[in-house]
């Protein structure tokens, strides 16, 4: 019930005001154009969704139906409006083999439980981590996933064997199909100069797929994939014993698919988000994709997440509103209760094409000019991030690039702890140790080295003023050189501590924190503590 509670609220706070306001705000003219962008969307995720559900080895109605499905919830209640989710290839290299070995009742079983995973994450508000993704992480993230769709449309030039595998295409059909490729994406690029009352990708498949149909053109069509036609997606609970060992089965795969969808979903509401000028609601987009894929695991679906190609072909059609993504979910219905006929007409070619164009929009080309200006780690990592993605899948991509970011950046702020030292103004005479940097685990052993215990006064000062302690390295580090102090029978004491040292500090049972002087910067200015504080004596 408190789950239950809490997503109600989630919803009607975010999810009502954002839909009322949006829809307030319409016209007729720009209602025409997110229904068209729609359309044009639909048409996108025929092949796509029939394309994904075989490699899952599962029937096209099953990624025909996860399209629908998490299309339209994803499209009412996610974190981004123009952002487009359905069935992707990132989640379906992952269950081909669950369906091999325990069978499509399984797979839904999981797609249940993957969407509840990724409510509680929404629910947590975790999704706000996706900001410590970096920016050049985010460009080889772009890149690789071009190059994955790229590849991905080279399966449209092949043809079944007599044995079942896949071969080029005869000379002459290759060069029928490139040609119409090319047909399209000229189209797509010359429209905008003509008109803008329809969006150029569906101008180009609406031209392409007349001159097929007219001129009997022998090239590759959409129902040659598979008939599109069938029925609503039928309830049900998912056939598997309600056992520990059914959940041993399915909890690693969910939590895999959660992963992965999360992160794909993320990324790309922060990239639509740029392109858009929209900011925020990765927790809602978290709880929006958990509620999608919890239901398609009880329609017969296979689930789905964000999908970037068909992303930019919505944004860049004019979709920014929830109704753009709503009407090319109620199209894709259409296309399988009503249309499939039409829809099983329109040659791969011109899906092809838009796909091409999705490719040379979504590839940073920028990121090539500015490799050699930018510090080589971050070029490193973008090419290792694009190299991954295409290698391996996207959410091992982006754990990737993040790991060696973190490392690239501890070793880099390591190099910066360093201490200026000089007589302190006190009766002694006192040695100063002035640190600058910040001081954690990768500093921490840098840190020590600074002092010359033997040679120093009776009395020595760590001022921290241009200094922060972040964690228990750095008490460590500190308990160490206060020991070594002691050890020599000198004194040590510590300033400039902030509030949040004191803290860390205190938390460790090492230092009694004492009145802060310093309110207004949030200081501690001149606190002093013996070596018998860190070190334990007396």
Known sequence: MALQSLLAQFAQRQTYNDLSKRWRDLDIAQVRVELLAGLTV??????????????AGVEPLVGLYAAFIVGLITAVFGGRPGMISGATGALAVVMVALVAQHGVQYLFATVVLMGVLQILFGVLKLGKFIRLVPHPVMLGFVNGLAIVIFLAQLE??????PGG???WMPTWQFALTLGLVAVTMAIIWAAPKV?????????AIGIVALLVIVFGIPVPRVGDMASVKGGLPPFGVPDVPLTLETLKIILPYAVILAAIGLIESLLTLNLVGEMTGQR??????CVAQGAANTVTGFFGGMGGCAMIGQSMINVKSGGRTRLSGISAALFLLLFILVASPIIEQIPLAALVGVMFMVVIGTFAWRSLTILRKIPRSDAFVIILVTAVTVAS????????GVIVSSLVY????????????????????????EIEGPLFFASASGFVELFDVDSDPNSVILDFKRSRVVDQSALQAIETVA???????????LRHLSRDCHALLANAGQLIVEEDDDPDYGLAVDYGVRTDRLGGAH
Do not use: C, M
Request: no cysteine.
């Open 42 to 55: 639909a048409l996108a995720l025929v092949p796509e969704a029939v394309a994904f559900a075989f490699v």
């Open 156 to 161: 449209q030039f092949q043809v079944k064997g």
């Open 165 to 167: 595998a896949k071969d």
């Open 195 to 203: 008109s803008s009352v329809v969006p150029a990708p569906l101008a």
């Open 280 to 285: 925020g609601g990765a927790s809602k987009e």
């Open 393 to 400: 899948d996207l959410a091992v991509a982006v754990v990737v």
């Open 410 to 433: 501890a070793w880099d702020a390591a190099s910066h702890i360093r201490a200026n030292v000089k007589l302190a103004n006190t009766v002694g005479g006192a040695k100063l140790y």
């Open 483 to 493: 020991g070594k102090y002691e050890a020599a029978g000198k004194s040590v004491q």
